[in-house]
């Protein structure tokens, strides 16, 4: 398997604009997570989804981030309009029940 | 609120020692503890994960260990290499908070040869 698969790697725009990150998860995995890191702040979770449907979005910091899961391979997280405080790098993670976590290589986001 | 800390935040050791890395919890109530490493500008990687059950995992030179009623994890990595410098993190999921992870902050290493 190729693993979580997370597109773009990188992300530089300007204040003010939609940001979409997408996300591919392992196949047959029915935990979804995503996640932000920062230095100041560490790895904090921002939703997850089960079975495609989110179960917990209290880490969702405002009503800018939005996040959807159409189906069981796709997964996108959407800033709008984004902040120059949400530059971070952004973890897409899967899981199958209770078995270990497996991350994606991260979308480092910069918005200036 | 589950609160997870790992210290020292960083560590410097010669190549062969031993690394003796820490992880603490402040809720016992928990489902599993997982020990994960991170690689500069990459994802984390899942290296052991212990059932509330357990005490101890191993695999090849890496050991953790768990004492829940202490709230205290501890893994091991023996004859250090260079290869294994990185970002060590751990990761608790406790039972109040459904199927999320707390993790820790963090230790980085550097193995120097």
Known sequence: D???IQSPRHEVTEMGQEVTLRCKPISGHDYLFWYRQTMMRGLELLIYFNNNVPIDDSGMPEDRFSAKMPNASFSTLKIQPSEPRDSAVYFCASSQGDSPLHFGNGTRLTVT | KQE???IPAALSV??????V???????????NLQWFRQDPGKGL????????????QTS???????????GRSTLYIAASQPGDSATYL???????AGNKLTFGGGTRVLVKP
């Not at chain 2, 890395?21 to 489902?31: E, K, P, R, V, W």
């Not at chain 2, 290296?47 to 005490?55: G, M, T």
């Open chain 2, 60 to 70: 090849g030179r890496l050991n953790a260990s768990l004492d829940k009623s202490s």
């Open chain 2, 90 to 96: 751990c990761a608790v999921k406790g039972i109040a």
């Open chain 2, 21 to 31: 890395l820490n992880c603490s919890f402040t809720d016992s109530a928990i489902y």
């Open chain 1, 2 to 4: 190729a693993g979580v």
């Open chain 2, 4 to 6: 997870v800390t790992q």
């Open chain 2, 45 to 56: 990687t899942s290296l052991l994960l212990i059932q509330s059950s357990q005490r101890e």
């Open chain 2, 14 to 19: 010669p190549e062969g020692e031993n690394l």
